[in-house]
Antibody, heavy 119, light 108 residues
C-alpha cells in the first residue's frame, strides 16, 4: 500500500524551531515529488512548495520562501518541513502529499500534522 | 500569481441532485487543473487530475471538464458521502501552484 505517514502533533512557543516529517512507503520514494500544503484553522488549502527526494530539487511558493525549509533524506524515505523561528501565525495543519510528476495532482496524502504555536 | 476562483463558495443540494462547481483561472493553465474533496478532519483526496482524468477508485458520477481558464466539476447524482468541501488547484505555474478558495457542498 502506498502511504505517507506524518509525525505527530506539536505544541511550540513563538521563536522555537520545529521539524516535522513525512515518511513514504509502498513506492519508490526517489521517483516522485513531495509537496507540502498548509491549512490554517477553518480555512482553505495553501500550496507551500515541493521537493524531489531523488536530488532534493526544491521549489517554494513565493509566499513561503524564506519562511520554511523543505528537505528530504532518501535513505529513509522521509521528507521534512522545518521552521527556524515559529510564529503564532504558523498555527495550522500541515499536509504532505505525493505528486508522481511535478505538474501532476497530489494523489497520496499524509494524515496531517497539527502545529500549534502559543505562548 | 495565477488566481483560482471557485463558484459558488457554498451550495446546498439534495441526494440525487446533479451539481456543478466551476473554477476559473486568472490566465490560461491549459489542462493543469486538479480537483480535490475534503471531509471534516480528513486529508484532501484527489478526484480528478489534468482537468478530466478520473483517479482510480473515484466513482464515475464525478467528472471534470474544461481547458484554458474555465473548468468544472460535476457530480451527476449526489450521494450522502459526497457532502464535503471541494477545491480546484492549478499545477501549471511552477512553483506557484494555487488552490481555489473551496466550495462547501451541504445537504439541503
Amino acid at each position: 500500500e502506498v502511504q505517507l505517514v506524518q509525525s505527530g502533533a506539536e505544541v511550540k512557543k513563538p521563536g522555537e524551531s520545529l521539524k516535522i516529517s513525512c515518511k513514504g512507503s509502498g513506492y519508490r520514494f526517489t521517483n516522485s515529488w513531495i509537496g507540502w500544503v498548509r491549512q490554517m484553522p477553518g480555512k482553505g488549502l495553501e500550496w507551500m512548495g515541493i521537493i524531489y527526494p531523488g536530488d532534493s530539487d526544491t521549489r517554494y511558493s513565493p509566499s513561503f520562501q524564506g519562511q520554511v525549509t523543505m528537505s528530504a533524506d532518501k535513505s529513509i524515505s522521509t521528507a521534512y518541513l522545518q521552521w527556524s523561528s515559529l510564529k503564532a501565525s504558523d498555527t495550522a495543519m500541515y499536509y504532505c502529499a505525493r505528486s508522481p510528476a511535478i505538474r501532476d495532482g497530489m494523489d497520496v496524502w499524509g494524515q496531517g500534522t497539527t502545529v500549534t504555536v502559543s505562548s | 500569481d495565477i488566481q483560482m476562483t471557485q463558484s459558488p463558495s457554498s451550495l446546498s443540494a439534495s441526494v440525487g441532485d446533479r451539481v456543478t462547481i466551476t473554477c476559473r483561472a486568472s490566465q490560461s493553465i491549459n489542462r493543469y487543473l486538479n480537483w480535490y474533496q475534503q471531509k471534516p478532519g480528513k486529508a484532501p483526496k484527489l478526484l480528478i487530475s489534468a482537468a478530466s482524468s478520473l483517479q482510480s477508485g473515484v466513482p464515475s458520477r464525478f467528472s471534470g471538464s474544461g481547458s484554458g481558464t474555465d473548468f468544472s466539476l460535476t457530480i451527476s447524482s449526489l450521494q450522502p458521502e459526497d457532502f464535503a468541501t471541494y477545491y480546484c488547484q492549478q499545477s501549471s505555474s511552477t512553483p506557484r501552484y494555487t488552490f481555489g478558495q473551496g466550495t462547501k457542498l451541504e445537504i439541503k
